[in-house]
């Protein structure tokens, strides 16, 4: 069964650093999304892909967070000078309206 | 802003027990989600509901879509150990700016005796 698969697993970072996020989302979907879970807290929503465009986002997708899809399979989600405040689960997910998740990044910014 | 009450946060209870967990909004919404997350890993699609009074079952799961599309509930018959983790509601709205995004309850983290 097709999977949403993200890497790395697990990124650790110093703050200021900019970090890569990699999803490679069920191949023939046309929706994309990153959310985060901070650790004890809900799944927030932070961006929504489409079309090779955003098509919406959240108040927390501020000027510090860009998304692209380079060559058409793999979908980014960068943070170009992370904060303490950026640690958590980023997932990505692929299709609407029920969305398949990836199994999350977790990144840590020291 | 849509908000999506998820409740109860903690649920424990012996195996053999039925539970219900329920997903309240003011908002209506598309479509809803539950899923179920272990920790350290992605949230797993259980169902999809989508039309207003909506029941679809899932082996002893039986989820209930309301009337309104504000809320939703997820029925556990004759629960089992297998059944503990993270139950999360999560709601969908599609068209105008609306591309789908997922609003999440808070989560219900179970717990099955044996």
């Known amino acids: 069964e097709p999977e949403v698969t993200q890497t790395p697993s697990h990124q650790v970072t110093q703050m200021g650093q900019e970090v890569i996020l990699r999803c490679v989302p069920i191949?023939?979907?046309?929706?994309f999304y990153w959310y985060r879970q901070i650790l004890g807290q809900k799944v927030e929503f932070l961006v929504s892909?489409?079309?090779?465009?955003?098509?919406?986002k959240s108040e927390i997708f501020d000027d510090q967070f860009s998304v692209e899809r380079p060559d058409g399979s793999n979908f980014t989600l960068k943070i170009r000078s992370t904060k303490l405040e950026d640690s958590a689960m980023y997932f990505c997910?692929?299709?609407?309206?029920?969305?398949?998740f990836g199994p999350g990044t977790r990144l840590t910014v020291l | 802003t849509q908000l999506l009450e998820q409740s109860p946060q903690f649920l424990s209870i012996q195996e053999g027990e039925n539970l219900t967990v329920y997903c309240n909004s003011s908002?209506?919404?598309?479509?809803l989600q539950w899923y179920r997350q272990e920790p350290g890993e992605g949230p797993v699609l259980l169902v999809t509901?989508?039309?207003?009074?909506e029941v679809k079952k899932l082996k002893r799961l039986t989820f209930q879509f309301g009337d309104a599309r504000k809320d939703s509930s997820l029925h556990i018959t004759a629960a089992q150990p297998g059944d503990t983790g993270l139950y999360l509601c999560?709601?969908?709205?599609?068209?105008?700016?609306?591309?789908?995004?997922?609003?999440f309850g808070q989560g219900t983290i179970l717990t099955v005796h044996p």
């Open positions: 908002s209506v919404f598309s479509s």
């Open positions: 191949s023939n979907h046309l929706y």
């Open positions: 997910a692929s299709k609407v309206p029920e969305q398949f």
């Open positions: 509901v989508v039309t207003g009074g």
């Open positions: 999560a709601g969908s709205r599609v068209g105008g700016t609306s591309y789908g995004k997922l609003t």
């Open positions: 892909f489409y079309n090779n465009e955003i098509s919406e």
